[in-house]
């Protein structure tokens, strides 16, 4: 298969999770059918159904999941997984298991792990601990609080916005709680149920709870159910987190990140700019050029498509960084397939037909290529942010494709 329609596989799978439709954080997320009290309970017991229905509230597609290999977690924007039991049909998460989900989480993808203290839990509290101790948190040997537990001092973070009060039923707390974890909670003890590593260099969201009692249905038995407080609103927020990975406030592009340090690929007379904002004066009455180099893991004569993008005037204050799917990156300002606004004013795209990268405004060649050249400079100057999608297989994504840096071109009268 050749690379251009490597990428427009790319492309296509973007185009299937349907970015940015219902909703900004809507996200394709596995759900971990394999452990719990019964197997597979988030997935398949009674109890946990407005657990799921949170899901679609928001605009999520549940994947069930019973194994947690690389493979499976392919094209999922998050991850919810169980504290594994005794009676469950293996031993936990496999050492091959904890390396993918790790893998996953450095190339954007979240994570929302559970502890757990009922029966059957103890011996398995080991593995779930080497699939968070790198993340800097340990679970407690033993469960705490049979007659449950309240929580009302949060510390300031997207997860906690909007929260007053939430309860766990039998818990196991987050006895270890150290850097790069996060601890949301303001005491210590049996308040230290919450926890967050914040993604950095492109990598996703991870969230620790000490318990999923506080998602089961009401009457279901727990004295902390759903409707208990704002433990439906804290759930609500952690999907949005765990989908919807902070980006960066920068413009550098993710080209690279996988096998090095990211390079810069589009350039303006020759320049970059430097972050946050990656700004380049042009003189207005010299020669103007946009450049797009190749990655370098790509290779000889092979060329790279992309889908470069132009938006007239300052990037507006007020919109957010737009995160794409499968760990590619973010860009500044939202692209075609993600229907937000401001769109871009100009698209470059050698990368197909296919029209979720935007319709071509004029003809472009896969990189390395001009994409404009004026040699007495333009007609019209102004202030514009360049920014696009480039093939790379030096990608940090589950695909080969990465965001390239931006420029925010302004003229030099």
Known sequence: MGRIQILHRIVLVLCLLNVGAASARAGMIGLDARHGYTSGSFVLHGSFEAFRDTFSQEGHVIVPLESFLSSDLQG???????????????LGFSGAEIESIHRFVE?????????DGGAGSDLRTPNLNLLSEPYGI???????????????????????????????????????????????????????????????????????????SGWTNEG?????????????????NILRHISEPLCPPSSAGTVNAGVGSVQNVLFLNGLTGTDPE???????????????????SVFGAERAPFAVYIWAGEPPTDVEPTPLPLGIGCTRLPIPMSGMQPQPDLVFNNAGRLTK???????????????????????????????????????????PASVTNGILARPDF
């Open 76 to 90: 999922l924007d998050g991850l919810v997984l169980h504290q594994p039991y005794t009676q469950n049909i293996d």
């Open 107 to 115: 190339s954007g993808g979240g994570v929302l792990i559970h502890g």
């Open 138 to 212: 340990v679970y407690a040997g033993m469960p705490s609080e049979a007659n449950s537990h309240t929580i009302v001092e949060f510390h300031v973070h997207p997860i906690t916005e909007g929260v007053s009060i939430v309860g766990f039923d039998y818990q196991r707390i987050l006895q270890v709680i150290q850097s790069p974890a996060i601890d949301l909670t303001v005491l210590s003890g049996a308040d230290d149920s919450i926890a967050v590593v914040d993604g950095t260099g492109g990598a996703g969201n991870v969230v620790f709870v000490s318990d999923g």
């Open 220 to 236: 279901s038995g727990s004295m902390t159910p759903i409707t208990y407080g704002d433990n439906q609103l804290l759930l609500r």
């Open 278 to 296: 990656r700004v380049v004066n042009y003189k207005v009455f010299e020669t103007f050029e946009l450049e797009v180099r190749r990655p370098p």
């Open 357 to 399: 990268l935007g319709i071509p405004s004029k003809p472009s060649s896969p990189a390395p290529s001009i994409l404009a050249r004026k040699q007495g400079g333009l007609r019209r100057p102004g202030t514009f942010y360049i920014q696009g999608i480039i093939f790379d297989p030096g990608s940090a994504a589950s695909v």
